[in-house]
């Protein structure tokens, strides 16, 4: 998963672009951020096909709503936030609340071996099943700092918490996983 870098300038720019109707701009912004959003709904949704739904769902509203919406926070926090709220929105929906659940943990292995494929089997296990056993706000912050990249300003601005707390939760994630 490769994404370019950009500055947070050139992301201000983009923004100015898509409130000014320009659909390159938002296109951009969806080719830029639309797999680790998807990535991200999954974990609440626990289903690629309704967390695709979910982010082309952000993406239509901010399109439509481009002139309304007082995006202050940086558009990647804005982004995960209105990811976050649509995809427990349609929990509510779906009265899944409590079906909530992590992805599997990718990690890349060489494939040249049974013995290498086995290990990798074993390994993305052992980590899956130690990240289950978070307590489950220590496991979202968790997994949105390891998995997603955010930085903690960006998780503490979504999940509405203070940097502190972010850092205490991974404090407690890393000591529990090592």
Same mark, same amino acid.
């Given at each position: ?34 797999? *680790? ?76 071996? *049974? ?19 978070? *307590? *489950? ?42």
């Amino acid at each position: 998963m490769k994404h370019e870098m950009k500055s947070s300038a050139t992301y201000d720019i983009l923004v100015r672009r898509m409130k000014n109707s320009d659909v390159h701009a938002v296109e951009t912004l969806f080719r830029q951020y639309y797999e *680790p959003l998807v990535h991200y709904a999954v974990r609440y949704v626990n289903d690629t096909h309704i967390a695709e739904n979910v982010v082309s769902d952000v993406f239509v509203r901010m399109w439509k709503n481009r002139h309304k919406i007082d995006f202050g926070v940086n558009i990647k926090t804005y982004l995960f936030n209105s990811v976050r709220n649509y995809s427990l929105n349609y929990l509510k929906k779906a009265s899944r609340e409590d079906t909530y659940k992590s992805k599997y943990i990718a990690i890349e292995y060489d494939h040249d071996t *049974p013995e290498s494929q086995l290990f990798e089997k074993e390994t993305q296990q052992t980590i899956q099943n130690a990240v289950n056993e978070l *307590p *489950p706000k220590c496991k979202e912050i968790f997994c949105m700092n390891r998995f997603d990249g955010l930085t903690y300003n960006e998780i503490a601005s979504i999940l509405d918490i203070s940097i502190k707390t972010v850092e205490t939760q991974m404090s407690h994630a890393l000591k529990f996983l090592r």
